[in-house]
């Protein structure tokens, strides 16, 4: 496979999931309001909220975005953040990251699965009906494994746009000018059909998010920018092609972040997304390997 070679604009950006109080930052904040997405200004639409940069849903109190207007904000990227949370409902509770007014968790009947904060074990209580998640012990392998049954439905265009929508608003003028058709397709005026996401599960529990914009380092590469985002053990890759009529494959950067060395744990999907529906996975399994079973994986169980 030919070698292709990505490099960082910039040092990546981090926050804190766990941080009730970060130091602000407040990106795009001119004296005018215009939104860097429909290019609307004050005269015809509001800015009342606080547009959350990240997620607020995976614990962003950090970076905010000035000049995003509440329409954007509200009924195109809210949805999109929606389906992020869903892919990653696992890895938020896993994380510990606050919501808005509490934490995230996932309930069947009688049982639930959450963790209040990164001091916080994470917490497995079952009630009779093992439904919406599982626990099954490997001791011979000094093993745990967590399936999830059933896991939440996402859009993967609106992982794609969730993903776009952050590294829109890290991008300088001048690249979005030149990009401007990826400005459209965020708010729905143009497709980009097939999208190209790879979605990476590292044996890694990160204690930050991290966002990477990187740039390829050929000028005959289609795809010449991509995004990058890293929450807690999955690495999310979104390559931008040059225009939106692009339709080879990208070729994949296997750089990823801290240079992590890739063993046989490291599993990548590539996605090829075709369609703008709901994607409704299969169960997932997080295994967890210990040492000293109480020290290395506490649980509580019922
Ligand atoms: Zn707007």
Same mark, same amino acid.
């Given at each position: 496979?030919?070698?292709?070679?990505?490099?960082?604009?910039?040092?990546?950006?981090?926050?804190?999931?766990?941080?009730?109080? /970060?130091?602000?930052?407040? !990106?795009?904040?001119? =004296?005018?309001?215009?939104?860097?997405?429909?290019?609307?200004?004050?005269?015809?639409?509001?800015?009342?909220? =606080?547009?959350?940069?990240?997620?607020?849903?995976? /614990?962003?109190?950090?970076?905010?975005?000035?000049?995003?207007?509440?329409? $954007?904000?509200?009924?195109?990227?809210?949805? $999109?953040?929606?389906?992020? $949370?869903?892919?990653?409902?696992?890895?938020?509770? &896993?994380?510990?990251?606050?919501?808005?007014?509490?934490?995230?968790?996932?309930?069947?009947?009688?049982?639930?699965?959450?963790?209040?904060?990164? =001091?916080?074990?994470?917490?497995?209580?079952?009630?009779?009906?093992?439904?919406?998640?599982?626990?099954?012990?490997?001791?011979?392998?000094?093993?745990?494994?967590?399936?999830?049954? @059933?896991?939440?439905?996402?859009?993967?265009?609106?992982?794609?746009?969730?993903?776009?929508?952050?590294?829109?608003?890290?991008?300088?003028?001048?690249?979005?000018?030149?990009?401007?058709?990826?400005?459209?397709? !965020?708010?729905?005026? &143009?497709?980009?059909?097939?999208?190209?996401?790879?979605?990476?599960?590292?044996?890694? &529990?990160?204690?930050? /998010?991290?966002?990477?914009? @990187?740039?390829?380092?050929?000028?005959?590469?289609?795809?010449?920018?991509?995004?990058?985002? !890293?929450?807690?053990?999955?690495?999310?890759?979104?390559?931008?092609?040059?225009?939106?009529?692009?339709?080879?494959?990208?070729?994949?950067?296997?750089?990823?972040?801290?240079?992590?060395?890739?063993?046989? =744990?490291? @599993?990548?999907?590539?996605?090829?997304?075709?369609?703008?529906?709901?994607?409704?996975?299969?169960?997932?399994?997080?295994?967890?390997?210990?040492?000293?079973?109480?020290?290395?994986?506490? !649980? &509580?169980?019922?």
């Amino acid at each position: 496979m030919s070698v292709v070679r990505y490099v960082c604009i910039g040092n990546p950006i981090t926050y804190s999931p766990h941080e009730s109080i /970060g130091n602000k930052q407040i !990106l795009n904040n001119d =004296e005018e309001r215009k939104c860097i997405f429909c290019g609307k200004t004050e005269k015809d639409t509001t800015f009342k909220k =606080e547009a959350h940069l990240f997620p607020a849903g995976l /614990g962003n109190r950090t970076f905010f975005n000035k000049n995003e207007c509440d329409m $954007c904000n509200e009924h195109i990227f809210s949805p $999109c953040e929606d389906d992020l $949370c869903n892919l990653l409902e696992l890895d938020r509770i &896993l994380t510990g990251s606050r919501k808005r007014s509490s934490y995230p968790k996932i309930k069947n009947r009688d049982g639930v699965m959450q963790r209040k904060g990164k =001091e916080n074990n994470l917490i497995i209580e079952f009630g009779g009906d093992r439904g919406k998640f599982d626990l099954i012990e490997h001791h011979e392998k000094n093993k745990i494994e967590i399936k999830v049954k @059933k896991p939440m439905p996402y859009n993967e265009v609106n992982i794609c746009k969730a993903i776009a929508h952050i590294g829109w608003s890290f991008l300088s003028e001048s690249t979005r000018e030149s990009f401007s058709y990826l400005g459209k397709w !965020l708010i729905g005026e &143009l497709s980009i059909f097939p999208l190209h996401l790879d979605i990476a599960f590292v044996p890694a &529990l990160y204690e930050k /998010g991290v966002f990477e914009i @990187k740039e390829s380092t050929s000028s005959f590469n289609k795809f010449p920018l991509l995004f990058r985002f !890293l929450f807690e053990s999955k690495v999310l890759t979104f390559y931008i092609p040059i225009n939106h009529e692009v339709s080879t494959e990208p070729l994949p950067d296997w750089n990823y972040i801290d240079n992590m060395e890739r063993d046989e =744990e490291f @599993k990548i999907s590539r996605r090829i997304v075709q369609y703008d529906k709901r994607t409704y996975p299969d169960d997932v399994s997080y295994t967890f390997k210990y040492n000293n079973r109480d020290k290395a994986f506490p !649980l &509580l169980e019922e």
